[in-house]
């Protein structure tokens, strides 16, 4: 009994008197020590070929932990790609997506490494052989025009202006949707209908999971105006009747306005696209399962204030992937 | 729990020791009272055209209390604080306020409880209230201030919280296996809801202390501080669970007497919102050893501990001071009017300074004044031995007591490299021959020193820590008779060298560091004289002339001169 009391005596002092190996808050080398190059930037290609699945390793090295930022602009297009992360070891695997459009092409680029509070810059160079490819059903491009097969209906209001672009500002490829117009007596302004018999399909080619499908395209709010709406619209086809029946079968929408001026990526899970009703939720009209795979048909209605004056807006490169959102 | 009570009541049954109480009087009347008077002059080294030189300040409190002995198991305590702040007219500064409010008894002799205010403790690493910094250096004529402050925050020498809530305990006596058992649990709210996002904070201890025999005991604690559910809108709420258990041995060897404890615990600190903030669990093991010889007055006591970085325990690592508080004297300062920072003068009349609610974050501290037992024995992040020999023997007139301590951090901050920590201290008092109930005079002289180091040795890019601080004390008491004392009284802190101070974030991460450097003094003279009506009641008048050097910052650079009027009657 009294050897079990001595071992108890002794027992917390096990493992003891050590220091631990990890450290509490910020290292002070990275934020007082002195700044070294140790590797200079270096690129894992000199061409390289997105579409066939390469990528380019950019690797550099520091001598305390900092703020570091890779930024590599297409000398073409003026697409931008940067990358910013905190660390002592430059490890960056480019596959060709892009941060500020438009996207990549083909093209030469220019690669640049700056780090937060140094004035040097470190530079290189690398030549795209072919674009990155996105996976997923592309709905359009717009590179050879309007699809045929869509229906769209554009009121007869002042300043009409739908239609392609094909100059200026271009995210992806050489032409995007332009939609724009002043109708004062109604929101509606035009709309284009895209069902999935557009692309001799019954429904839209894609898997029953919603939470694994998502709707994107890249869509552009000029600074001049903000008062235009975007409405999208997903009708599907509960029955599988070969037809979408209002009032009783489910149909999802979103109102996408107001955002950053310029162009930007939407991306929508399908399973979050809610049912709506003079745009606030209601409950759908028919299983109220989100079914991707019964997809019949995408609207897209642009709107605006009646009293407004004139709104524009303009998409581009509108595509369903599955897994993930786009990564242009 | 229902089990738990069952358990208790069922072993009550079978025995129990509890002494009968005599019947007191049935109504008791008590109080203080206190009049003190402030007379302030400020002195800065610089230009100053806007402070105002002088400052009068003051009041008078009177503290009436009445315990009633409702029957031979009841105790009922009320007490009121009337107080009238210097300047105060018609009533303007009056304030009257309830000090204590109590209800205390026995459950069929059996259960003693205590509903209402009581002060608690449980053990250094749970529920203790460690002494304020500088506290222990106070010269003689300076600790009459200090008292006042810790009479107004119920600060009491066994170093226990007030708490409002509730309080029993039982003790069991046993015929096998152990000798006794004794079961204490009590239940506080250290905050209140504002019935919007703050829930109602309570603090919870539970202690169970078996004595195996007369050699042999252990025991086991238990708190928790912790939101309660449903008392705000607010579903994010704390918990912070702590688990110590303890086994001791003593022994009586020959003329001396040996004790040895050993210690270890655990802390959680959690949100019951999964993913709102990270966990914190943290430990600590502690070894302790006195070996005394009372006869020849020797006694040394060597401790060894090791608290993790992450152990937290709101009970135990609470201040007394907030350090992040204003001083209401002086406030601003300099034709700038900037706040002026805290100083040692400061720590011992601002009553405002104080704290009374357990904390669940740890709160600022002044290295200058400690930098490395800053939260007590269960400060975290430190490791060391501590070594006191004490030499107090009765009919001699010289008491002296020595401390070492060597330790270092747990974990480094920034940096593996864990801060290294060094401290000497010693004390010599001194008290002339004489007889307590002759009115001979007599004279007790003080001496206290405190030298503290702390290094970390980094390459010379980094910041470096090298800091020292130094407390001196003196004090010399002459009574000349049992009535008459004159107190003279000097304090020095000096502080130099560079430290590398944390910034946390709200949940206590550190999230930066800054360079922080130091080079000055802080001097404190005292005479006075004390006039004692009776051991409770004194009447006393102070003089003490401070100064602030800062050889980095000359604007921080001034003297300041207080005469303090003090008289305490108890009853």
């Known amino acids: ?328 | 729990m229902k089990q738990f009570l069952i358990f208790i009541f069922c072993c009550a049954g079978i025995t129990q020791v509890w002494a009968q109480p005599s019947t007191p009087k049935k109504v008791t009347f008590f109080g203080a009272a206190r009049a003190q008077f402030y007379s302030d002059s400020y002195a800065p080294s610089m230009e100053d055209t806007i402070t105002a030189a002088k400052l009068n300040s003051g009041n008078v409190l009177a503290d009436l209390g009445m315990k009633v002995q409702a029957n031979k198991q009841m105790e009922i305590l009320a007490q009121v604080r009337v107080r009238n702040d210097y300047g105060g007219f018609w009533g303007s500064g009056v304030s009257f306020d309830v000090r204590q409010l109590y209800v205390r008894g026995l459950i069929a002799n059996r259960v003693r409880y205590h509903l209402g205010d009581f002060n608690y403790k449980m053990s250094p690493y749970t529920l203790w209230n460690n002494d304020q910094e500088l506290m222990p250096f106070a010269t003689s004529g300076l600790q009459q201030q200090w008292g006042v402050l810790n009479y107004d925050h119920f600060y009491n020498n066994d170093h226990s919280w007030r708490q409002q809530g509730a309080a029993a305990d039982v003790s069991f006596l046993f015929s096998k296996g152990i000798e006794s058992l004794s079961l204490k649990t009590m239940t506080s709210r250290i905050r209140s809801t504002d019935f919007a996002n703050t829930p109602d904070r309570l603090f919870s201890g539970v202690t169970a202390e078996f004595m195996v025999n007369k050699q042999w005991s252990a025991d086991v604690l238990y708190t928790n501080t912790y939101d309660l559910k449903g008392t705000s809108n607010n579903t994010t709420l704390l918990r912070i669970p702590v688990v110590t258990s303890s086994v001791q041995y003593q022994n009586v060897f020959g003329k001396s007497k040996l004790s040895l404890k050993a210690e270890k615990g655990w802390s959680h600190q959690y949100h019951d919102n999964p993913g709102a903030l990270e966990h914190k669990r943290g430990q600590f093991v502690h070894a302790n050893g006195i070996w005394s010889m009372e006869e020849e007055g020797l006694s040394m006591d060597v401790s060894w501990n090791r608290v993790d970085a992450n152990f937290r325990s709101p009970g135990a690592q609470t201040k007394r001071l907030n350090f992040g508080g204003i001083p209401s004297t002086f406030e601003r300062v300099g034709n700038d009017q900037v706040l002026r920072g805290l100083n040692s003068l400061d720590l011992m009349r601002e009553s405002s300074l104080y704290n009374m609610q357990l904390q669940t974050s740890l709160m600022d501290f002044r290295m200058e004044y400690d930098n490395i037992t800053p939260y007590g024995v269960a400060t975290p992040n430190r490791q060391g031995v501590d070594v006191k020999l004490n030499y107090k023997k009765q009919n001699n007139p010289f008491d002296v007591s020595l401390v070492y301590y060597q330790g270092q951090e747990t974990r480094g901050e920034g940096t593996q490299v864990a801060r290294s920590f060094q401290r000497q201290s010693v004390r010599v008092g001194y008290e002339s021959s004489h007889d307590e109930k002759s009115e001979e005079t007599y004279i007790t002289i003080q001496l206290q020193y405190r030298n503290d180091n702390t290094r970390r040795e980094l390459p010379e890019v980094l910041p470096q820590v090298d800091w020292n601080n130094q407390v001196l004390s003196s004090s010399l008491d002459l009574h000349w008779n049992k009535r008459w004392v004159t107190n003279l009284g000097w304090q020095s802190i000096q502080f130099k060298g560079s430290e590398v101070q944390s910034v946390k974030d709200f949940n206590g991460e550190i999230i930066n560091f800054k360079p922080y450097v130091q080079d000055g003094s802080e001097q404190m003279l005292n005479v006075g004289m004390t006039y004692h009506f009776s051991k409770q009641s004194f009447l006393s008048a102070q003089w003490n002339s401070f100064h602030r050097q800062d050889e980095l910052v000359s604007a921080t650079d001034y003297r300041w001169k207080q005469w303090t009027l003090l008289y305490v009657m108890n009853f």
């Open chain 1, 1 to 328: 009994m009294k050897k079990l009391w001595i071992l108890l005596l002794c027992l917390p002092f096990w493992n003891a008197c050590k220091v631990d190996p990890d450290f509490d808050g910020p290292d002070l080398n990275d934020l007082y020590g002195p700044f070294a190059l140790t590797e200079g930037l270096n690129s894992s290609r000199d061409s390289v070929d997105f579409a066939s699945g390469e990528s380019v390793l950019f690797t550099a090295g520091f001598s305390k932990r900092v703020d570091w930022t890779i930024g590599i602009k297409g000398l073409t297009s003026g697409a931008h790609k940067e990358q910013k992360e905190f660390g002592s070891l430059v490890a960056f695997d480019w596959k060709g997506e892009t941060t500020f459009f438009p996207m990549f092409r083909s093209e030469w680029c220019a690669v640049e490494l700056t780090v937060e509070n140094q004035p040097d810059t470190l530079r290189d160079t690398v030549y795209i052989v072919a674009p990155k490819v996105n996976n997923g059903f592309l709905l359009s491009d717009f590179e050879m025009g309007l699809n045929p097969s869509w229906q769209s209906f554009i009121q007869s209001g002042q300043n009409m202006n739908f239609g392609l672009l094909n100059s200026g500002d271009i995210p992806q490829g050489q032409r995007a949707y332009s939609m724009g117009g002043t109708v004062t007596w109604d929101w509606l302004i035009g709309m284009i209908d895209i069902p999935a018999s557009a692309y001799d399909l019954s429904h839209y080619p894609l898997s029953s999971n919603a939470n694994n499908v998502y709707f994107n395209m890249l869509m552009k709010k000029p600074a001049e105006y903000d008062n235009g709406v975007l409405l999208l619209r997903f009708m599907e086809d509960d029955n599988e009747d070969g037809s979408f029946t209002a009032g009783s079968e489910d149909m999802y929408a979103i109102e996408i306005k107001g955002g950053p001026d310029g162009w930007r990526l939407v991306s929508l899970k399908y399973n979050d696209i809610k049912s709506l009703v003079n745009g606030v939720e209601s409950a759908p009209d028919g299983n109220a399962i989100h079914e991707p795979n019964k997809l019949f048909q995408v609207s897209m209605l642009f709107l605006a204030n009646p009293a407004s004056g004139y709104s524009e807006t303009a998409i581009d490169y509108v595509i369903f992937t599955e897994g993930s959102p786009l990564a242009p």
